[in-house]
């Protein structure tokens, strides 16, 4: 567990979790998942002893959920939330070349590649407790921009430390938002490459298993970014119920917190149509296959359509001089042969320069 203490323009890390809350500022306690199983209750007695309140059992075992969709709750002296990243486990940002080079085996375990643990957040009025899955980058992410804040060497991004326990909740959250641009690119390049494949008029789509993994995953992410959109309008919306102060200052941090959940569930919105047009896109790319391979199913049918129509006049002919009668003409001449034969070939030939000025055979227009 890693705890710090934010003050103004002072971030500083504790060694261990204080006796008493400072005097000015507020505590991040960030601990990962096994950590907070095995110290939530030593997490609770600080708590009380800082006169915060405990958190409620539900809610604890909500921290420990590692299934828990993205969800908001709240009590009379903390809130609650549940929010379920969107990442790319480490090592998944080389399964494809470029965007434009890939392959189906590659698609599958990019599928296979997104993560979406929840990252529990209890948030305090001068207290913000996170819990984190293991492998999670978030909070040593953060440990390390805050303390470049500190030394001035953060030139990009906000220029000063969070005021609150909410704000930087609000900042963890966006932020997780943001890193799904790595796992954008990654499911646009998969997509791509099982819409090429679908669309490929050289080689037999049959990797079906592959697709349908395929859209069970976007609409993974759908409910995921749903439940996430929820979750912050929840959170908006218990955000403008609070009691109103006459304070200048605090009605200002308010009001930066209303527009930091504005922007957050902006965000989160832009994921989500993301995914629904990768899901269009699937679609859109699944019925092109189906409408290609009917009209290469046409083509087939159309030419071999008028091969039997050419070869339906050249058959009359032989079935007529088969007949076993000895008046028929030009069987007991030396050039019948020859002249039955020209017939059938001159009715072959206006008959494929019939259809071809029709269009029945060839590709061209």
Request: charged content about 25%.
């Amino acid at each position: 567990m890693r705890v710090f203490h934010i003050h103004g323009d002072h971030f500083t890390e504790l060694g261990r979790l204080p006796a008493d809350l400072p005097e000015s500022g507020f505590l991040w306690l960030g601990c990962g998942r096994r950590e907070f199983e095995l110290q939530h209750l030593e997490v609770q007695l600080s708590l009380q002893r800082w006169g915060c309140g405990p958190l409620v059992d539900l809610h604890v075992a909500d921290l420990l959920n590692n299934h828990l969709p993205s969800h908001f709750d709240y009590t009379s002296w903390y809130d609650l939330l549940v929010f379920r990243r969107l990442a790319a486990v480490p090592g998944s940002e080389d399964l494809f070349v470029d965007d434009e080079h890939g392959t189906l085996a590659g698609a599958q375990k990019a599928f296979r590649a997104i993560d979406t643990s929840p990252v529990g957040f209890a948030v305090f009025d001068r207290v913000l407790l996170t819990v984190h899955p293991t492998d999670c980058a978030v909070r040593d992410y953060f440990a390390g921009k805050l303390g470049e804040l500190t030394e001035g060497r953060d030139l990009r991004g906000s220029s000063r430390l969070p005021s609150s326990s909410a704000e930087l909740m609000l900042r963890m959250v966006n932020h997780m938002v943001d890193s799904y641009l790595a796992l954008r690119r990654l499911m646009t390049r998969q997509m791509s490459t099982i819409q090429r494949a679908l669309t490929d008029s050289r080689h037999e789509f049959n990797q079906w298993p592959l697709l349908l993994e395929s859209r069970e995953a976007l609409h993974l992410l759908e409910e995921t970014c749903e439940d996430q959109r929820s979750a912050i309008q929840e959170w908006i919306d218990v955000l403008e119920d609070w009691p109103a102060t006459s304070d200048p200052d605090a009605r200002r941090e308010r009001e930066l917190l209303r527009v930091r959940s504005r922007d957050v569930l902006e965000h989160i919105e832009r994921v989500l149509s993301h995914v629904r047009r990768m899901g269009a896109s699937s679609e859109a790319a699944v019925q092109m296959h189906f409408s290609a391979l009917g009209h290469r199913t046409n083509n087939i049918m159309r030419t071999l359509t008028v091969l039997t129509a050419i070869f339906l006049p050249l058959n009359l002919i032989t079935g007529i001089f088969g007949m076993n009668f000895d008046s028929l003409p030009l069987i007991h001449q030396a050039t019948g042969f020859w002249i039955a034969f020209g017939v059938m070939a001159l009715v072959a030939i206006l008959l494929g320069g019939f259809f071809w000025r029709k269009r029945y055979l060839g590709t061209q227009r």
